[in-house]
């Protein structure tokens, strides 16, 4: 069983697979004060909650976008399961062509989604990634990754909204009830989540302007559940797309 995680700014994805099946998926909270003796205790507790014994562990493959974190999760795992992970980075085979100004500058999450949307779609592609950034990358044919968008997440965006003003609450990010608010909150709402769709939907058209073609929009991310349905362009979700990258990454690097 492989061992796969995800370490994002602000969860951490665990995932084990077997013979290419997810077994289980399970977030924990990204927090830069834990120990490497904290991660792997939890990590440990987090297996077993799972029914995983360490002993069907055969090996483990992590990408990180948090150097901080990055050190004490890599030596939790090698305490809870003896081995040392592959780590998603430059020298792995991915299949990707990455065709960017300094293409050890992408992100490692960035690289693992893009060749699991090779597996199941043809490109052009374009992949949605709604977490802490909302992210927008192209792979066109040839499996060629040329670039993107950074954009700042939803939940960054309510939490600069409401620290920065006086009179504006914390809110849920509930789907709207309609586009026009009739309340403080419902306005707040509305604009969050309308206005990331239109956000998106008027990049995805501004992108495929300049490329000169349409593409396949697929979405992933903790908020793309929420705000791809509220776009005027059809997204597939795809939830599990990380999980899915590090599995293929790993079989074409496994030792």
């Known amino acids: 069983m492989l061992l796969a995680i995800d370490i994002g700014n602000t969860n951490i994805v665990i995932g084990c697979i077997h013979d290419d099946q997810i077994k289980f998926e399970a977030r924990i909270a990204t927090d830069r004060t834990r ?41 939790g795992v090698i305490k809870v399961i003896g081995k040392q992970p592959i780590v998603v980075g430059p020298g792995l085979k991915t299949g990707l062509n990455i065709h960017v100004d300094v293409p050890s500058q992408v992100g490692s999450d960035r690289i693992v989604i893009a060749v699991a949307a090779l597996a199941e779609y043809e490109p052009p592609l374009m992949l949605l990634d709604l977490g802490t950034a909302t992210t927008i990358e192209i792979v066109e044919p040839g499996n060629t ?61 501004r992108m495929e302007e300049e490329l000169g073609h349409s593409s396949t929009l697929v979405a992933t991310g903790g908020m793309a559940q929420f705000i791809a349905p509220l776009c005027k362009r059809d997204i597939i979700l795809e939830k599990d797309l990380l999980l899915k990258g590090l599995n293929i990454i790993y079989k074409k690097n496994k030792r």
């Open 145 to 205: 990754y040329i670039g993107g968008v950074i954009i700042p997440g939803v939940r960054i965006s309510v939490d600069a909204l409401t620290s920065h003003t006086a009179q504006l609450p914390g809110i849920s990010l509930d789907k709207p009830r309609h586009v026009i608010g009739k309340n403080t909150v419902d306005c707040m709402r509305s604009g969050i989540m309308y206005g990331t769709a239109a956000m998106i939907d008027g990049m995805i058209q």
């Open 35 to 75: 120990t490497s003796d904290q991660y792997g205790v939890e990590i440990k507790n987090m297996l077993e909650a799972y029914g995983v014994k360490m002993e069907d562990i055969r090996d483990c493959i992590i990408s990180s976008v948090v150097p901080p974190v990055f050190n004490s999760v890599r030596t």
